[in-house]
Structure formats: structure tokens, C-alpha cells
């Protein structure tokens, strides 16, 4: 077998064994990177207040106010391992108290109006959506230590199966480097409009 074909079966099986998980961990990361965009079309009502000619409250207050609006939901005393207060500079933006405990299963947000205090929403994360989508993302919803271990190995592996159909892609001859780095603007529309479709992916890629 020689060294080309060698790399050959590498690329394929590699690539085979690894794609899928990638492919989820791919998906799952672009939905995850639009979290705020997204969840601003259906968590609109709570998400926004009138904004008043008057300072917001101070943080101390407004997180004991989402702690107590906590411990309501909850119906059992608040101790979160980690919890703070999110404000906006948008004057429109409702602020948000998050807390979190994993093993009293405390992953909650509150919303709250940060002029005067008032509980706009308790929001329990456990089942949310894109609570899914990071733990899909992170360890495809198996136990952490398993499933973090598998992705890490999945994106390794296609990282050489990258390197291996670079290979592969690799002209021999000069004449083949030159047809491959070079564009052919007289091509058909459909060749042309794929290049121009990456490009701007990959420029909105960068610009986010």
C-alpha cells in the first residue's frame, strides 16, 4: 500500500468515526453563539421594561429580591453555590438575577425591572432549550466525564482527518497548484456563487 492510499483509508475511516459527534458539536455551537438573539423572539414580554426617568436599584437590593423570588419558586431556602445580577446599559432591558447549584438543582433566572424591583419572570433552566443545546455541545447528554472525554477525542480526531485530506487535496505538480489556488471567473454561475458563499461565511464567521 503506498503512502498516499494509506492516508486514503485514514481520511475515510477517521472520518467516518468522527464526523457525526463533530457535526453535533458544530450545530449545537451555532445555535449556542445566537442564545440572546433567539430567545429574544419568544422571551420578548419579559425580557423588556419601560424605562423610567429615575436610577435603577442598587444591585445588593435587586439581588435579594431575586433570591427571595427564588426561594417562592423553589418553595425551599435559596443557598446557590453562585448567583449574581446582570444589568444592561440599554435602558429597556430588564435585569436578571441567575443562580445556580447543582445539587439542588437551582439553575434558575429571574427577571426582574430594575427601576422598581418587580418579578417580571422566574425562569427554570433545568429543561430549557439551549440548557440542552450546551450540554449536547459539551458531552452529547451523557454523564460529564464520559461525554466530554468522547467529544474531546472526536475533535482530535478529525482534526487529523483535516490534515489527512489536505493531504490528499495537495497537487503533485506545479501545473495542479496553480489550477487549485486559482479561481476561474469564467466558470458557470453555480461554481461562482459557491465561492462568494464562503467568503461571506467566512466573513461573518470572523465579524461574530
Sequence with gaps: MTFRKLIGKLHLWLGLGSGVIVFIVSITGCLYVFETEIRSLYEYPFTEVQPLKQPVLPVSELLSIGKKALEKQTGKAAKPEYHNVT??????????YY?????????????????????????????????????????????????????????????????????????ASKKGIKQRFSVKWNAQWRRKTTICTMCLASIAFCWR
Design 87 to 96: 444589568l444592561y446599559k440599554d435602558p429597556a432591558k430588564a435585569a436578571y
Design 99 to 171: 443562580a445556580y447549584h447543582e445539587k439542588e438543582k437551582i439553575y434558575h433566572y429571574v427577571y426582574l425591572n430594575p427601576y422598581t424591583g418587580n418579578v417580571l419572570k422566574v425562569k427554570d433552566l433545568n429543561n430549557d432549550f439551549f440548557t440542552i443545546i450546551i450540554q449536547l455541545h459539551m458531552n452529547l447528554l451523557l454523564p460529564y466525564e464520559v461525554g466530554h472525554q468522547i467529544v474531546g477525542a472526536a475533535v482530535l480526531i478529525f482534526v487529523i482527518s483535516l490534515i489527512s485530506g489536505l493531504i490528499l487535496w495537495f497537487p
